[in-house]
């Protein structure tokens, strides 16, 4: 048995400058910067929420800009393997801490290890 849950939704920013993004959304969504470069790489930018809602990350990439979920577990492979059986595919595994996953409609996310202190609420349990 396993859990998981809509952790994140990742505003995909194809820019230079991510605080200005992340200045935009932070204003355009009431949602105060928590931080402008979370993991130290100049990559990720966060905004703050509620325990219980979704984090609001933004990430700085190559790719076009888009938005993405990802979706947090205790049991990285089983939550994957359960995604596979629905129809998912594995696209790749990132810096061995995260799946990137496409579903069937074309749409990518990624699965991930849980990301806040307490897990819950709104968990779905697998079995």
Not at 24 to 48: C, M, R, T
Not at 60 to 85: F, P, Q, W, Y
Not at 96 to 104: G, K, L, Q, T, Y
Request: aromatic share 8%; with cysteine.
């Amino acid at each position: 048995m396993h859990h998981s849950r809509l952790s994140t939704l990742v505003l995909d920013c194809h820019t230079h400058d991510l605080a200005e993004a992340a200045t935009f959304w932070s204003q355009a969504l009431g949602k105060p910067i928590v931080s402008l470069d979370q993991d130290g790489d100049g990559k990720y930018a966060e905004l703050k929420t509620a325990s219980d809602e979704p984090i609001i990350l933004l990430q700085k990439v190559e790719h076009e800009s888009r938005v993405h979920l990802d979706i947090e577990t205790d049991d990285l492979e089983a939550e994957a393997a359960r995604l596979e059986r629905l129809g998912a595919k594995r696209i790749a595994f990132v810096r061995e801490r995260w799946w990137v996953m496409e579903a069937p409609s074309g749409h990518r996310f990624c699965v991930v290890h849980a990301q806040r202190k307490v897990f819950g609420p709104h968990l779905n349990v697998w079995k």
